[in-house]
Nanobody, 121 residues
Framework: VQLQASGGGLVQAGGSLRLSCAAS????????MAWFRQAPGKERECVAA????????YYADSVKGRFTISRDGAKSTVYLQIDSLQPEDTAVYYC???????????????WGHGTLVTVSS
């Protein structure tokens, strides 16, 4: 599976962005998908994940109520809607594919290259 993330950019605090991650191949529907982020000097953290069926999801406490993960099987794409952006959301955001919904990066086999989100105050 090859993953291509897009949608990052420079946004003012309080604004919104929608990140997209397009997957190649015909097995998209069999993978759990996740969004991670990594800020300078910090560890990579899982902000949201969604099961293969879309029926189960995970959100980090820091983003609950502001981030929404969704997937479109017809487009082989997973999305991350980010609302009420805060300067601390500034990071490179990566999408990943794995077998189960988990917050641990080592459990995801496939990774995209990342898209930069910068939030100005």
């Amino acid at each position: 599976v090859q993953l291509q993330a897009s949608g990052g950019g420079l946004v003012q605090a309080g604004g919104s962005l929608r990140l997209s991650c397009a997957a190649s191949g015909r097995t998209f529907s069999s993978y759990a998908m996740a969004w991670f982020r990594q800020a300078p000097g910090k560890e990579r953290e899982c902000v949201a994940a969604i099961s293969a069926s879309g029926g189960n999801s995970y959100y980090a406490d820091s983003v609950k109520g502001r981030f929404t993960i969704s997937r479109d099987g017809a487009k082989s794409t997973v999305y991350l809607q980010i609302d009420s952006l805060q300067p601390e959301d500034t990071a490179v955001y990566y999408c990943a594919a794995g077998q189960v919904v988990t917050r641990f990066p080592g459990s995801y086999r496939y990774w995209g290259h990342g898209t930069l989100v910068t939030v100005s105050s």
